[in-house]
């Protein structure tokens, strides 16, 4: 699959991190899935941290999937502060665009590091 899930053990944080190769909405649904399972199971506020350096390729269309698919999540009762790690402009703006009224106003903190993403996650707990 070209994506991964991970919930960093006895800390509120998950990892969702996208291959380069990652562009396939099948795998993309099925990482939400997984994702929508942990915040179901959680007893508290996570905060979601989504790892997109590696993407290689800019898909506008993925990015339009992976947005309109992520509304879901971020209404979840145990949905926190989202986070993406990027240096990438485009998924920079991608993440600006979110909070907009169209996308239900989703807030996305952008670091360019997972060290500054973590240490921001863990300062800020959810």
């Known amino acids: 699959m070209s994506y991964s899930i991970k919930k960093l053990p006895a800390e509120p944080i998950v990892i969702l991190t996208a291959s380069a190769d990652a ?8 990482v939400y ?5 942990i915040l179901d199971q959680s007893t508290e506020m996570l905060t979601i941290i989504q790892d997109v350096q590696q993407l290689q390729n800019v898909d506008l269309d993925g990015i339009m999937r992976s947005a309109s698919a992520s509304m879901d999540f971020h209404k979840h009762p145990h ?4 986070i993406m790690v ?7 703006m991608a993440a600006q665009g979110l909070d907009s ?8 903190m952008v670091f360019d590091s997972m060290e500054a993403a973590l240490a921001y996650a ?5």
Not at 86 to 92: A, N, Q
């Open 86 to 92: 990027t240096t990438s402009t485009i998924y920079k």
């Open 122 to 126: 863990r300062k800020n707990r959810a």
């Open 79 to 82: 949905m926190g502060t989202s």
């Open 101 to 108: 009224n169209f996308f239900a106003n989703q807030k996305v």
């Open 33 to 37: 899935t997984q994702l929508k399972t």
């Open 23 to 30: 562009a396939s909405q099948s795998d993309l649904e099925t």
